[in-house]
């Protein structure tokens, strides 16, 4: 039985799907996927899924790299559904061409020229964080904070451009930066981030990763270059996030300017917030996958 914290504080009205459009509707969800960790990316979406519609686990063949391929069987007629999860934005074009839909996680923000791929927006890494995500909103309201600016990553993606914000916040002397190039438990990075003024946001593998969505829920002061890829409502500069330049020029006097503008800061943390339970919360999220189907099918 999975079990998570309590549901959003917000229920997107614009997807919302009434029990009775589910009376006729089956998910047949595969039952191993083609590469395990998959799970990662798709459980939250799963679990979601099984508390709103009735879920069959059966063999589906796995075909895909960075893909799972589920069945909407609605009104007895089965349809082939694609969640593409890879770091890559590039779509499978075999996989385009069989299935009804297909949601693309790192969707390119100029689209694919096909009307079935759509964004797939992005989740959290596993379901942990909704057992906190109270405890950690609780920390961030606080105002207690032991870093001005914040971020840790690995150097195994994105390396060049990790090292070169690392070096460039190491460096520096208007403010306290905490982090660099070395990770911590799950839990410590997320009470690190809810004790943060600003939290970095660098590409991983692919555009987007789990630090975004993780500094959302939380409801960070979120600076970073832009993504190439955007979720499934696009995230709006200076709202819910500072982007900075490319090569990362103007890193360290957005930083300056949010770690001293409280009141900028604070209403920035504010919409990071509510954007994750509108648009990204597993609920949600998982609403907005629902209704995608039930409109396009």
Partial sequence: MHTFARGASVMNEAWTVTPEELDDVVIRWPS???????????????????DRARVEFVPLPQPYRGTVIFQFVLRSKTHDIAIDYSDYSEVNQESVARCALYFKMQYLREGYGFENVIPGGYVCDGRKIYLHLSGLRRLRERGEFDFDVYGRFSTEFAGGTRRRAVELLSEQKLFRFEGGLKK???????????????????????????????????????????????LHVPLVDRVHVAYTKDDLSDLLDICRYYVGDDAAREEMCLNSR???????????????????CVDSL
């Fill in 32 to 50: 191993a996927y083609q590469w395990p960790t998959a799970g990662l990316w798709v459980d939250t979406i799963l679990y979601g899924l099984r």
């Fill in 184 to 230: 911590v438990k799950y839990l410590e990075f997320l009470k690190e981030v809810a004790r943060a003024k600003v939290c970095i946001d660098l590409p991983g593998e692919g555009d987007l990763c789990f630090r975004l969505i993780n500094y959302l829920a939380v409801g960070a002061c979120i600076v970073g270059p832009r993504p190439r890829t955007v």
């Fill in 274 to 292: 509510r954007f994750f339970d509108q648009f990204l919360h597993k609920d949600n999220l998982t609403a907005y996958y629902l209704r995608s």
